[in-house]
């Protein structure tokens, strides 16, 4: 009889189960799909390694956890450096830079001179309420949590950097819209930032998910139906491969997103519920292309404006993200729909996705279509977690409610941040609270 269950096999599912099993706790684990790994999964074609959810690791400073838990399992022979060399678009022409390159920033022409001037206002913005951002808990920036960042950063650093530079990489980076993003967020996420550089997993995100499953061990097409606490106990039914299926519990981790969890747990106090439904997500639909030769010179990622484009709003090359995800003298490309279009196109098929995303890369990259030679549409209703104004408040009174549920525990990104660093942090969390809560002194 497992002592602990955890639903959902996504990354902050399977890195909480890791650590209770490493504390010697008897963990089961349920996943509704046919596989585990949640958002992040890895294609495999004609020697290309497509993912198709997480795209990126940031640098170690501030993926601590990550790269931590990268070193526990044995991947830290595995991690990739992907190339430095970003670009913007100006006027249609692509125009890359090595981002942390002082030089590069200051002759980069997307953005003028006495709009770059002003970006220094941002920086004493971050080093002002530099007592309360924290990357790892955008909770600690509540107070600041009262404005949408569009008007905020309008005064602070003006349109030319707003829409030209901020806007595009919150877009590609987050698949977040140019507004209705909390300035709390904004500013606890920049002040992490403290390194340059992204990395990758050779073989694919999705081995750091495969392994962490195969360390736990998942029972897949497991889809809950209820959980329920009776005499101190927890009782979770599933529908599985044998039909109606029933395990008891001391405790339950809801790894699962914040409305399936408000969905699937009727019992949970009403301020836990609250929250839970309060939670947005963005959508995010992306064309990924094969073609018979790379694109993009040494650049891996290309934001790009609104006024550049109304359907993308960035562009990556994967050959240079890493050294085994494209055949020499290959190509593979990823179009980054924008969220107006994502929304709009979730529905959409495939092929019309495809042509309008292959159509929109020959605007910056001409001759693009022609050398294609075969494309991949992926979607995700629920890609991130939108920190929009107001959520990081409801957040923090979330984190300290006086009336928690006993016995349930809550982990995924919208509790840290909406990027792999967030999803493993939550589950770190959630697995140190069970561990307090069975502790002598908890």
């Known amino acids: 009889m497992p002592e602990i269950i955890v639903i959902g096999a996504g990354l902050s599912g399977l890195t909480a189960a890791l650590q209770l099993r490493d504390a010697g706790v008897e963990t089961l684990v349920l996943e509704a799909g046919s596989v585990p790994g949640g958002r992040i999964a890895s294609i495999r074609r004609d020697g290309a390694i497509l993912d198709t959810g997480a795209q990126f690791i940031g640098p170690r400073d501030p993926y601590t956890n990550t790269f931590a838990l990268l070193e526990r399992i044995g991947f830290a022979g595995d991690i990739q450096h992907s190339s430095n060399v970003a670009a913007l678009v100006k006027r249609g022409k692509v125009v890359p830079y090595h981002y942390g390159s002082a030089k590069d920033f200051v002759t980069l022409p997307v953005v003028s001179l006495p709009s770059k001037v002003r970006l220094f206002a941002a920086l004493a913005e971050i080093k002002r309420h530099a007592a309360i951002l924290d990357f790892h808990h955008p909770e600690r920036a509540a107070m600041l949590d009262d404005e949408d960042v569009a008007p905020y950063l309008m005064r602070l650093v003006g349109r030319d950097a707003l829409e030209h530079l901020f806007e595009p990489l919150m877009g590609v980076l987050y698949y977040y819209p140019p507004s209705g993003v909390s300035r709390g967020f904004l500013l606890s996420t920049i002040s992490g930032l403290g390194a340059v550089g992204t990395h990758c997993l050779k073989g694919g995100a999705q081995v750091l998910t495969d392994r962490l499953a195969a360390e736990v061990g998942v029972v897949t097409g497991a889809r809950v139906r209820t959980i329920a606490r009776k005499r101190g106990r927890w009782t979770v039914t599933w529908d599985g491969s044998k039909g109606a299926e029933t395990a008891d519990a001391e405790a339950v981790v809801l790894a699962v997103t914040a409305d399936v969890a408000a969905l699937i747990c009727d019992t949970a106090a009403p301020s836990e519920a609250t929250f839970l439904r309060s939670v947005k997500y963005t959508s995010f639909v992306g064309a990924a292309f094969f073609t018979n030769r790379p694109w993009g010179g040494k650049v891996y990622g290309c934001a790009i404006a609104a006024d550049e484009s109304s359907l993308l709003v960035g562009a990556s090359f994967e050959q240079n993200k890493g050294a085994d995800r494209v055949p020499a003298d290959k190509g593979l490309s990823i179009a980054y729909l924008n969220a107006a279009a994502s929304a709009r196109m979730m529905a959409a098929p495939d092929d019309e996705v495809a042509v309008a995303a292959r159509a929109e890369m020959d605007r910056f990259w ?36 006086p009336d928690p549920t006993p016995g349930l525990f809550f982990c995924g990104d919208y509790l840290c941040g909406p990027h792999l660093e967030g999803a493993i942090t939550s589950g770190l969390r959630a697995a140190d609270e069970i561990l307090r809560a069975r502790s002598p002194a908890g």
């Open 366 to 401: 001409p001759g693009f279509s022609e050398s294609t030679e075969w494309s991949i549409v992926f979607r995700h209703q629920r890609a991130t977690p939108l920190f929009e104004p107001g959520s990081v408040k409801r957040l923090a009174a979330f984190l300290s409610r």
